[in-house]
């Protein structure tokens, strides 16, 4: 029983920032890993970035390695995305699972609602 909650998703121009923000609540494994996917319109949802209960491991897709940030505390999951790109525009989700690696290619428990990030030219 996991429920999450993103918030921070918004409009901006390219070469702007945006910091996405979770929080869970009722989580199955207080181990759980955290992740950030996204979905552009017409295109399969893609892994984002994914952190470890422990904050050791991170991944992060090519396309935002270098860009993008992911971190936690003891509440919460971000995502700092700087230097954004038209090509960032999707609706983002948080979601957990038993890893960061397993997230990285796709294995994923729960899913949030999304917040959409559009980033214009």
């Known amino acids: 029983q996991v429920q999450l909650v993103e918030s921070g998703g918004g409009l901006v121009q390219a070469g702007g920032s945006l910091r996405l923000s979770c929080a869970a609540s009722?989580?199955?494994?207080?181990?759980?890993?955290m992740g950030w996917f996204r979905q552009a319109p017409g295109k399969e949802r893609e892994f984002v970035a994914s952190?470890?209960?422990?904050?050791?491991s991170t991944y992060y897709a090519d396309s935002v390695k270098g860009r993008f940030t992911i971190s936690k505390d003891n509440a919460k999951v971000y995502l700092q995305m700087n230097s954004l790109k038209p090509e960032d525009t999707a609706v983002y989700y948080c979601?957990?699972?038993?890893?960061?690696?397993?997230?990285?290619?796709?294995?994923?428990?729960?899913w949030g609602r999304g917040t959409q990030v559009t980033v214009s030219s």
């Open positions: 952190i470890s209960w422990s904050g050791i």
């Open positions: 009722r989580r199955t494994f207080s181990s759980d890993a």
């Open positions: 979601t957990t699972g038993t890893n960061s690696k397993n997230l990285r290619v796709g294995v994923v428990r729960s």
